[in-house]
């Protein structure tokens, strides 16, 4: 869960690490499930044969490396990202981090179906972000450090 030679303060790498990382299943939020940093998530099984893959990665646009931008700001860049995604033709689902301690705002995000850690390191990093969830054929998700 912790890499040590991540730049991430401790303090801060253990808030990514208790965040709650809902995914929205249906338009109305009527089925949203969520991922925990090393809880086996079913739902990914569940995921990965409906889109015949192996790994999903869970991203965000908003905030970059941990600056707090205006909501205007992180929905145009989290616009941005979907659009890249799709002209990609990425497979993706909405979803939405938590701090459950309400010190930091919640983020949009999107679960990339079958994208891969060395994949998932580039559009992190092309997002400017300190982190973010890799999920792997084992269904239990785990932060991949950027910084």
Avoid at 1 to 28: D, F, W
Avoid at 59 to 73: E, F, K, M, R, Y
Avoid at 105 to 110: D, F, H, K, Q, Y
Wanted: charged letters at 20%.
């Amino acid at each position: 869960m912790h890499r040590k030679n991540t730049q991430l303060p401790a303090s801060l790498q253990r808030a990514y690490c208790r965040a709650i990382y809902r995914v929205h299943g249906e338009p109305k939020h009527a089925s949203d499930w969520w991922l925990q940093v090393g809880v086996h998530q079913p739902r990914l099984l569940a995921g990965y044969a409906q889109h015949r893959v192996r790994c999903a990665t869970y991203l965000t646009a908003c905030n970059p490396h941990g600056q707090l931008l205006d909501a205007d700001d992180n929905a145009l860049r989290m616009r941005q990202l979907c659009e890249a995604l799709a002209a990609e033709d990425w497979i993706f689902d909405n979803g939405f981090g938590e701090d459950p301690q309400g010190r930091w705002p919640g983020e949009a995000s999107v679960l990339i179906w079958g994208m891969d850690a060395s994949k998932a390191r580039f559009w992190g990093e092309r997002q400017q972000q300190n982190a973010l969830l890799f999920c792997a054929a084992d269904a239990i998700p785990r932060m991949l450090w950027l910084r």
